[in-house]
């Protein structure tokens, strides 16, 4: 009985496998958008939203620390040698070498300090900046995931489910901070197309969402000694920032850019004014219009909206039965 049990798993899978997509079109429509219900909101049921006021940042990295404890189990564990991508111009992009790293974002670093300089009262003064996803109002990277890996929660912070992530990138390349970060030789597309999928897994700072479904604060918050962040619903939050930025005649960001984002910094010189350097991994802050005001975005995420329900149900259906087959 066993064994004809785990036969009948195995033709199952192969059946879908060979173009059933009836499955996965069924349950596109439970994912992942009405998948998000289940998550946790404010307490008022609005989205919630973290202030961060860099004037107070020391730059002691508690929260680096923090975030890397609270989240090593979601890191990637990739498998060696990586399959050979077809066309060779995709990179391999291997940060298993180098988890140390923690003055940039990597799969393995979700939150790090950016330093910058400003004159302040005429002295030039060193600011320290703890830099992570900004989880967009309107995030590009929910919206345009052709795989419908990436998602928003009801509570408004955005995350990238890495057991359905194809690795493709697009998430990257939508995010006007370039956030997201990918890991080859880990993830779906090992085992669905190893040579032509999307080279691995994105990862990014998912604000600790378990610990905010139980009613707790996300790691960085908790660790921080000097309260730099503060985290509640979004009316508060915003009303918080802005008698902040007034009280130290400071500024804004993260209110508006992008269309406003869950995430709000104070700073006590114009962020224009803030020398920094950026790159790769080392997001800016400068000014970004709404990406997803755009038309062609827009007309995008219309198309993209039902495929994606029905790859990321296609996604999870394989990996509950590549489970049951162990």
Known sequence: MKGRTRM?????????????????????????????ADAAAGPSGEPLVTVINIADCTGCQECV??????????????????????????????WSDRKDVSDRLTPYNWLFIQ??????NGEETLLTIPRRCMHCVNPPCVKLCPWGAAKQEVNGLSRIDSDICLGGSKCNKVCPWDIPQRQTGVGLYLDILPGLAGNGVMYKCDRCFQKIENGETPACIDACPEGVQTMGPKSEMVKKAKAMAKEMDGYLYGLDENGGTNTIYVSPVPFDQLAMETGKGVPHLDPVEDRMAQGTNLARAMIIAPLAGAAAAFGKFYKGMKEEDK
């Open 8 to 36: 009948t798993r195995k033709l199952s899978r192969r059946a879908f496998l060979k173009g059933s997509l009836t499955a996965a079109a069924s349950a596109a429509a439970v994912t992942p958008l009405a998948r998000a």
């Open 115 to 120: 330093q910058a300089s400003a004159v302040i």
């Open 65 to 94: 620390h923090a975030c890397r404890e609270s989240n090593a189990g979601k890191f990637p564990r990739p498998q060696k040698p990586f399959p050979r991508m077809f066309p060779d111009r995709v990179p391999v992009e291997d």
